[in-house]
Protein backbone atom coordinates (compact mmCIF):
# COMPACT_ATOMS: atom_id res chain seq x y z
CA UNK A 1 0.00 0.00 0.00
CA UNK A 2 1.65 3.13 -1.17
CA UNK A 3 -1.24 5.75 0.60
CA UNK A 4 -0.69 7.42 3.90
CA UNK A 5 -0.28 5.22 7.12
CA UNK A 6 -0.89 6.03 10.68
CA UNK A 7 -0.02 4.08 13.87
CA UNK A 8 -1.38 2.99 15.87
CA UNK A 9 -5.20 3.03 14.34
CA UNK A 10 -6.64 3.21 17.88
CA UNK A 11 -5.44 3.99 20.90
CA UNK A 12 -7.42 4.31 24.70
CA UNK A 13 -5.42 6.45 27.46
CA UNK A 14 -5.74 7.62 30.53
CA UNK A 15 -5.98 10.69 31.65
CA UNK A 16 -2.86 12.58 32.29
CA UNK A 17 -0.92 9.70 30.31
CA UNK A 18 1.35 10.72 27.98
CA UNK A 19 0.21 9.67 23.60
CA UNK A 20 2.61 10.17 20.49
CA UNK A 21 0.91 8.82 17.04
CA UNK A 22 3.05 8.40 13.81
CA UNK A 23 1.98 9.20 10.13
CA UNK A 24 4.25 8.35 7.45
CA UNK A 25 3.07 9.94 4.13
CA UNK A 26 3.11 8.99 0.33
CA UNK A 27 7.10 8.77 -0.24
CA UNK A 28 7.26 11.32 -2.54
CA UNK A 29 5.22 14.12 -0.76
CA UNK A 30 6.98 17.02 0.95
CA UNK A 31 4.15 18.39 2.88
CA UNK A 32 2.59 16.85 5.64
CA UNK A 33 -0.94 18.05 7.74
CA UNK A 34 -2.03 17.11 11.08
CA UNK A 35 -5.98 17.24 11.27
CA UNK A 36 -8.33 16.43 14.33
CA UNK A 37 -11.97 15.55 13.89
CA UNK A 38 -14.58 15.54 16.30
CA UNK A 39 -17.89 13.23 15.82
CA UNK A 40 -20.15 14.48 13.47
CA UNK A 41 -17.70 17.87 12.63
CA UNK A 42 -15.36 18.26 9.52
CA UNK A 43 -11.46 17.46 10.33
CA UNK A 44 -9.95 21.03 11.73
CA UNK A 45 -6.62 22.14 10.85
CA UNK A 46 -3.18 21.42 13.18
CA UNK A 47 0.10 21.68 12.19
CA UNK A 48 1.91 22.16 8.75
CA UNK A 49 5.49 20.95 7.85
CA UNK A 50 7.07 21.46 4.48
CA UNK A 51 9.73 18.85 4.63
CA UNK A 52 11.02 19.02 7.94
CA UNK A 53 10.02 22.76 8.67
CA UNK A 54 7.00 23.13 10.78
CA UNK A 55 5.48 25.86 9.22
CA UNK A 56 2.11 26.77 10.75
CA UNK A 57 0.47 25.99 14.10
CA UNK A 58 -3.34 26.28 14.49
CA UNK A 59 -4.16 27.84 17.75
CA UNK A 60 -6.00 24.40 18.37
CA UNK A 61 -2.65 23.26 19.67
CA UNK A 62 -2.10 24.06 22.52
CA UNK A 63 1.33 23.90 24.20
CA UNK A 64 0.15 19.78 25.30
CA UNK A 65 0.81 19.22 21.77
CA UNK A 66 3.68 18.45 20.13
CA UNK A 67 4.26 17.36 16.23
CA UNK A 68 7.97 16.88 14.45
CA UNK A 69 8.77 15.80 11.06
CA UNK A 70 12.65 14.83 11.32
CA UNK A 71 14.48 14.68 7.85
CA UNK A 72 11.32 15.23 6.60
CA UNK A 73 9.77 11.74 6.17
CA UNK A 74 7.49 10.43 8.75
CA UNK A 75 5.99 12.63 11.62
CA UNK A 76 4.87 12.16 15.28
CA UNK A 77 2.13 13.71 16.92
CA UNK A 78 2.81 13.94 21.00
CA UNK A 79 -0.08 14.92 23.58
CA UNK A 80 1.32 15.30 27.27
CA UNK A 81 -0.60 15.26 30.40
CA UNK A 82 -3.78 14.18 27.81
CA UNK A 83 -7.16 15.67 28.55
CA UNK A 84 -11.10 14.06 28.29
CA UNK A 85 -11.20 16.67 25.12
CA UNK A 86 -8.72 15.22 23.58
CA UNK A 87 -10.91 12.72 22.51
CA UNK A 88 -11.01 12.77 18.57
CA UNK A 89 -9.58 11.52 15.37
CA UNK A 90 -6.32 12.23 14.24
CA UNK A 91 -5.71 12.44 10.76
CA UNK A 92 -2.97 13.15 8.77
CA UNK A 93 -2.37 13.96 5.48
CA UNK A 94 0.19 14.56 2.68
CA UNK A 95 0.72 16.48 -0.71
CA UNK A 96 3.23 16.98 -3.61
CA UNK A 97 4.00 19.83 -2.84
CA UNK A 98 4.02 21.50 -6.47
CA UNK A 99 1.79 24.28 -8.40
CA UNK A 100 -1.04 22.47 -9.16
CA UNK A 101 -0.55 19.42 -6.82
CA UNK A 102 -1.58 20.60 -3.57
CA UNK A 103 -4.19 17.91 -3.23
CA UNK A 104 -3.91 16.64 0.30
CA UNK A 105 -4.21 12.40 0.90
CA UNK A 106 -5.41 11.34 4.08
CA UNK A 107 -4.26 8.12 6.09
CA UNK A 108 -6.82 6.17 8.12
CA UNK A 109 -6.61 7.94 11.34
CA UNK A 110 -5.69 7.41 14.89
CA UNK A 111 -8.52 7.37 17.40
CA UNK A 112 -7.75 8.80 20.76
CA UNK A 113 -9.60 7.92 23.63
CA UNK A 114 -9.49 10.10 26.77
CA UNK A 115 -10.63 8.06 29.67
CA UNK B 1 -20.20 32.30 11.68
CA UNK B 2 -18.10 29.07 10.55
CA UNK B 3 -16.11 29.84 7.35
CA UNK B 4 -17.98 27.43 5.71
CA UNK B 5 -21.98 25.91 6.11
CA UNK B 6 -22.75 22.40 5.42
CA UNK B 7 -25.74 20.55 6.47
CA UNK B 8 -24.84 17.82 8.26
CA UNK B 9 -28.40 15.58 7.08
CA UNK B 10 -28.53 12.64 7.16
CA UNK B 11 -29.91 12.84 4.13
CA UNK B 12 -31.48 8.72 2.63
CA UNK B 13 -32.30 8.89 -0.93
CA UNK B 14 -33.63 5.39 -2.50
CA UNK B 15 -31.35 3.73 -4.72
CA UNK B 16 -30.74 5.27 -8.51
CA UNK B 17 -32.00 8.73 -7.29
CA UNK B 18 -29.85 11.73 -8.00
CA UNK B 19 -28.28 13.03 -4.79
CA UNK B 20 -27.73 17.03 -4.09
CA UNK B 21 -24.80 18.11 -1.85
CA UNK B 22 -24.35 22.00 -1.00
CA UNK B 23 -21.82 23.95 0.49
CA UNK B 24 -21.85 27.93 1.40
CA UNK B 25 -18.87 29.39 2.10
CA UNK B 26 -18.30 32.86 3.78
CA UNK B 27 -14.75 33.49 2.42
CA UNK B 28 -13.98 34.53 -0.94
CA UNK B 29 -10.55 34.09 -0.92
CA UNK B 30 -11.54 30.45 -1.25
CA UNK B 31 -10.07 29.56 -4.83
CA UNK B 32 -9.74 25.64 -4.78
CA UNK B 33 -12.81 23.25 -3.68
CA UNK B 34 -12.88 19.91 -3.00
CA UNK B 35 -15.37 16.83 -1.83
CA UNK B 36 -14.28 14.09 0.00
CA UNK B 37 -15.80 11.23 1.08
CA UNK B 38 -15.74 9.28 4.62
CA UNK B 39 -16.71 6.06 5.59
CA UNK B 40 -17.26 5.17 8.90
CA UNK B 41 -14.45 4.87 11.07
CA UNK B 42 -11.80 5.91 8.04
CA UNK B 43 -10.15 8.94 6.78
CA UNK B 44 -11.73 11.29 3.90
CA UNK B 45 -11.35 10.39 0.54
CA UNK B 46 -10.65 12.86 -2.26
CA UNK B 47 -13.68 12.77 -5.18
CA UNK B 48 -13.53 16.12 -6.59
CA UNK B 49 -10.77 18.86 -6.77
CA UNK B 50 -12.16 22.60 -8.22
CA UNK B 51 -10.65 25.80 -8.72
CA UNK B 52 -12.34 28.36 -9.30
CA UNK B 53 -15.49 28.67 -10.80
CA UNK B 54 -17.62 25.82 -13.33
CA UNK B 55 -18.25 22.51 -13.47
CA UNK B 56 -16.25 19.68 -13.42
CA UNK B 57 -17.61 16.00 -14.13
CA UNK B 58 -16.17 12.37 -13.35
CA UNK B 59 -18.06 9.37 -13.88
CA UNK B 60 -21.40 9.64 -12.02
CA UNK B 61 -20.19 12.53 -10.06
CA UNK B 62 -20.53 16.59 -10.97
CA UNK B 63 -19.29 19.47 -8.79
CA UNK B 64 -20.20 23.03 -9.47
CA UNK B 65 -18.29 25.90 -8.03
CA UNK B 66 -20.44 29.43 -8.30
CA UNK B 67 -18.26 31.98 -6.31
CA UNK B 68 -20.44 35.05 -6.59
CA UNK B 69 -22.76 33.04 -4.67
CA UNK B 70 -20.43 31.45 -2.83
CA UNK B 71 -21.99 28.42 -3.35
CA UNK B 72 -20.96 24.81 -4.48
CA UNK B 73 -22.17 21.55 -5.03
CA UNK B 74 -21.58 17.44 -5.29
CA UNK B 75 -24.05 15.72 -7.52
CA UNK B 76 -24.53 11.81 -8.08
CA UNK B 77 -26.15 10.37 -10.53
CA UNK B 78 -27.52 6.82 -10.44
CA UNK B 79 -26.90 6.30 -6.79
CA UNK B 80 -25.57 3.36 -5.27
CA UNK B 81 -25.79 1.71 -1.76
CA UNK B 82 -21.65 1.94 -1.95
CA UNK B 83 -22.37 5.98 -1.72
CA UNK B 84 -23.68 5.71 1.55
CA UNK B 85 -20.67 7.79 3.70
CA UNK B 86 -20.49 11.42 5.18
CA UNK B 87 -19.55 13.73 2.44
CA UNK B 88 -17.09 16.64 3.08
CA UNK B 89 -17.16 19.84 1.23
CA UNK B 90 -13.37 21.52 1.57
CA UNK B 91 -11.75 24.84 0.23
CA UNK B 92 -8.66 26.79 0.57
CA UNK B 93 -6.95 29.89 -0.88
CA UNK B 94 -4.86 30.00 -3.66
CA UNK B 95 -1.30 29.82 -3.64
CA UNK B 96 1.60 27.71 -2.15
CA UNK B 97 0.47 25.64 0.68
CA UNK B 98 -3.08 24.97 1.58
CA UNK B 99 -5.00 24.99 4.62
CA UNK B 100 -7.50 23.30 4.18
CA UNK B 101 -10.88 24.40 5.88
CA UNK B 102 -13.75 21.55 5.90
CA UNK B 103 -17.61 21.52 6.12
CA UNK B 104 -19.01 19.61 9.12
CA UNK B 105 -20.50 16.61 6.32
CA UNK B 106 -23.34 15.42 4.96
CA UNK B 107 -24.10 12.18 5.65
CA UNK B 108 -25.90 10.21 3.19
CA UNK B 109 -27.69 6.94 2.92
CA UNK B 110 -29.02 5.43 -0.28
CA UNK B 111 -31.49 2.78 0.40
CA UNK B 112 -31.53 -0.52 -1.85
Known amino acids: DTGVSQDPRHKITKRGQNVTFRCDPISEHNRLYWYRQTLGQGPEFLTYFQNEAQLEKSRLLSDRFSAERPKGSFSTLEIQRTEQGDSAMYLC?????????????FGPGTRLLVL | QKEVEQDPGPLSVPEGAIVSLNCTYSNSAFQYFMWYRQYSRKGPELLMY????GNKEDGRFTAQVDKSSKYISLFIRDSQPSDSATYLC????????????FGTGTKLQVIP
Open chain 1, 93 to 105: ASSLGLAGEETQY
Open chain 2, 50 to 53: TYSS
Open chain 2, 90 to 101: AMSRSGGYQKVT
